[in-house]
């Protein structure tokens, strides 16, 4: 079973291939708005490295977001088109997931977030639980105050993970922090709960609506 997972929801780009448990490459580098230019390519040297070609993948892992709305469709357009060409499976798998999976092996409630401006946040909150990655706070579109104060509502420690940590510091709680850059190989840890999808119906899951929605709402209810 040959793998490919795509993650590029928070201005990081992560591309792995792995066989079975095995991780046979992995790309990460920053990407900002030249996402769609560089993508093909780097799943190319992806692949190249790996010592494998397209026709050897048995299916794709896409990242469903939340995150940028222009990154995530970007990976969900090509992995859907990937798998639809290829004829393999297709699997989706959380950002937020994602983010938490770079401490995995904590024992803190583990606290996603990416920067949705003006103090607001795609966040989460997680647990490790024997192994299984548990919501203890749904995925969703919120204040740094609300899952502040639902944080401060918990014995629990807790960990913050996201590369917006030194750009929203001030608004966060004393505790530990991870900036790392997210790693698209760690989906290994929580491959078994991965969900199947077909390349028609997958939608990038966004959380908000985008900012011309939101602006043509406003304008129908004047």
Known sequence: MVSLI????NGVCSIACFDNETVLAEKSFVCSNNLSAVILEEIDNCLKEADKKKTDLTEIISSEGPGSYTAIRVVAAVCKTLAY???INL?????LKLQALLEFDS???LVPFIDARRGNVFGAVYKNEEGKLVEILKEGYYSLEEINNFLSSQSDEFVYISKDIEKLNDLLLEGSKNNDMVRAANVLKI???LEDVDCYNMKPQYLRKTEAERELENDKNK
């Open 85 to 87: 060409t290829l004829k």
């Open 6 to 9: 795509v993650e590029a929801s």
């Open 191 to 193: 491959y078994d709960s």
């Open 91 to 95: 699997k989706k798998v959380s950002s």
């Open 107 to 109: 024992n803190k409630l």
